[in-house]
């Protein structure tokens, strides 16, 4: 078994611009918390619209006609996308590691899952490099007719602090796929493993301003890139409050391309003929990964009435051996909240829904004295109506709600604004096509929940989403289509 690096050298805490390491021009810092101690682990410098300003200047000049990104061959490209993952994965214990330091993740998973998928991605979209390609349209007339994606230019790439590392992949690895240019900004509670890929990026060879990092807060970094005329396209990350602060922000300006990938609440729907275990240890691990912290978390479990009593005493059976502790120790399975805010936005959910009349049947209280930890909460009894039934808790909290018929789970499940994701546990045919059929939801998980590949595309209906990221349609969202008509001759 890998052994971490429990106190990993903090090596980056400057901005990334032009492939150089700067200081923001205020000269501010901003401390990064460890959340399973509650204790500083470094101050890292604060950039701002400034110095959004400066990275925006170097990623123009990179995507400029004659620049040497612009006018590399596709299949180098993709070399260096191969050449920036074999530095990942020479440096995989040390990011898993400082992924686990900034942001409480279990290391098992950081570094078997996480760092296997962000492999796993930049490998995949460089083999796409040089198989984007147009089309060729007959059309009337005498003229020939035929399509060319394009970079759409500099991007913006506004992060979330769940998964840092992963969802800068899934932005990053597209956009230079493309040959765009990148300025990211990582959340301001995990940062650090974003400014040591970059370190990466000019150690594989990328020209400079290709990627820039600036590190900050929303109100400053993020709306500098939002609100910046001069940047193409923004990605995101996050809420959905947040996301529409973005959106109105692009809509603004210069009407800028957006990617947003947002709130979930994923519901997790599970009929009487199901595989009862499976699907009790489907529920359990589609809820408690990462300390509920993702937006495909299947917090609210719709149960049928019939199995309602013992898919309860199961589930709960489950949540008491999910091992809550030291993100390092390789007993643990969950981990503290990424900070204080989360911490007490997740305990006021547990309150709301006890005072409510919900049935705390484990869990709903802080574990042990130091850092964000909670305990794996389950509550029976709970019905929409409650806070704690319709707000997306971000925590290890599951609510499991009692059904009667088909049509009414689609209906209550079709009932929230959200749409990212949804689950369905059942042996019958019929019913997994009826319900993926009339459920509005970017992915439909059968018999499992939270299954991804870098080849399989994510993003969901109204709310929780604009736009897809991964597999082949997340190119589309960082290229722009041309359409070249030409006149042919009338004779030969």
């Not at 078997?112 to 995949?124: A, E, G, H, P, Q």
């Not at 890139?225 to 300006?253: M, P, Y």
């Not at 049928?304 to 399975?333: C, N, Q």
């Not at 794996?376 to 997306?392: I, N, W």
């Amino acid at each position: 078994m890998t052994q971490p690096m429990r106190n990993p050298e903090i090596r980056c805490k400057h901005l990334f611009i032009n492939n150089e390491w700067v200081n923001s021009a205020s000269g501010k810092t901003f401390p990064i918390i460890n959340p399973a101690t509650g204790k500083k682990i470094a101050d890292v410098q604060e950039g701002d619209k400034t110095d959004v300003d400066r990275a925006v200047t170097a990623a123009r000049k990179a995507v400029e006609p004659g620049s040497v990104w612009r006018n590399m061959d596709a299949s180098d490209r993709g070399r260096l996308l191969n050449r920036f993952a074999d530095l990942i994965e020479r440096d995989r214990l040390y990011l898993a590691s400082l992924e686990t330091f900034d942001s409480g993740r279990p290391f098992n998973d950081t570094y078997n899952t996480d760092l296997s998928m962000v492999i796993k991605c930049f490998r995949y979209y460089a083999g796409w490099t040089d198989k984007i390609s147009g089309r060729t349209i007959p059309m009337d007339g005498e003229y020939l007719c035929y399509t060319r994606p394009e970079p759409v230019g500099v991007c913006g790439q506004i992060l979330h602090w769940n998964f840092p590392l992963l969802m800068m992949t899934l932005k990053l690895a597209p956009a230079l796929t493309c040959g765009n240019a990148v300025i990211i900004k990582p959340a301001e509670q995990t940062p650090l493993t974003a400014l040591y890929t970059a370190s990466l990026v000019k150690e594989a060879g990328f020209p400079a301003g290709v990627v820039n990092v600036i590190p900050g807060y929303g109100p400053t970094a993020g709306a500098g890139l939002s609100e910046h005329c001069d940047i193409d396209k923004i990605a995101f990350t996050g809420s959905s409050k947040v996301g529409q602060i973005i959106s109105q922000a692009a809509a603004r300006t210069n009407l800028k391309k957006t990617t947003l990938e947002l709130s979930g609440r994923t519901p997790n729907v599970v009929f009487p003929d199901a595989d009862m275990d499976r699907a009790v240890e489907t529920c359990r691990n589609g809820l408690f990964l990462n300390m509920g912290q993702y937006s495909c978390t299947a917090s609210r479990t719709y149960v049928h009435e019939d199995i309602y009593d013992t898919f309860v005493r199961k589930l709960v059976e489950k949540a008491k051996t999910w091992t809550v502790g030291d993100p390092f120790d390789s007993r643990t399975m969950c981990g503290p909240q990424v900070d204080q805010e989360q911490f007490d936005k997740v305990m006021s959910l547990i309150d709301s829904g006890i005072q409510s009349g919900a049935k705390v049947e484990c869990g709903g209280r802080r574990q042990g004295s130091t850092g964000f930890y909670i305990q794996p909460t389950v509550f029976s009894g709970v019905t929409e109506d409650m806070r704690v039934g319709r707000d997306e808790i971000y925590g290890p909290v599951i609510q499991v709600i009692k059904f009667r018929t088909m049509d009414d789970v689609i209906e209550r499940t079709n009932r929230a604004s959200r749409g990212l994701a949804a689950g369905i546990s059942t042996k019958s045919l019929d019913n997994v096509m009826t319900y993926s059929s009339h459920v509005r939801a970017g992915t439909i998980w059968v018999n499992s929940l939270n299954v991804f590949g870098a080849q399989t595309p994510i993003g969901g209906y109204r709310t929780s989403s604009n736009g897809k990221e991964l597999g082949e349609y997340g190119l589309e969202e960082y290229s722009e289509l041309k359409t070249v008509i030409i006149r042919t001759p009338t004779s030969m």
